[in-house]
């Protein structure tokens, strides 16, 4: 798959040693730090980009909150993907800007 898609990714640690919200940072930094286009909302963090980078990105950012000290995780993923086109911020945002 080569076109853009959208994944939302909601990363819950359980059974931490720090306050989840630390897990969590360390989560958002790895997306921050992928180049890829994102946005942080309150429960939870939309990434786009092509299909590969992006669930590369939400393995190294569960694996982030499991080296910060979680030792289970809650994962909610909602995906989309066009079998013939990209999927953009542009096309969903436009008319509320």
Do not use: F
């Not at 897990?23 to 980009?49: F, N």
């Not at 080296?67 to 945002?93: C, F, P, S, Y």
């Amino acid at each position: 798959m080569e076109h853009q898609i959208h994944l939302a990714i909601q990363i819950i640690p359980l059974n931490s040693k720090h306050h989840p919200y630390e897990a969590i940072d360390k989560a958002i930094e790895v997306i921050q730090q992928s180049g890829l286009r994102y946005e942080v909302g309150p429960m939870e963090t939309v990434i786009e980009g092509p299909y590969e980078a992006v669930m590369e990105t939400a393995r190294k950012a569960q694996q982030a909150c499991l080296l910060h000290g979680a030792n289970e995780l809650v994962v909610n993923m909602k995906l989309h993907l066009r079998k013939d086109g990209d999927v953009t911020w542009e096309e969903k945002m436009k008319k509320y800007s």
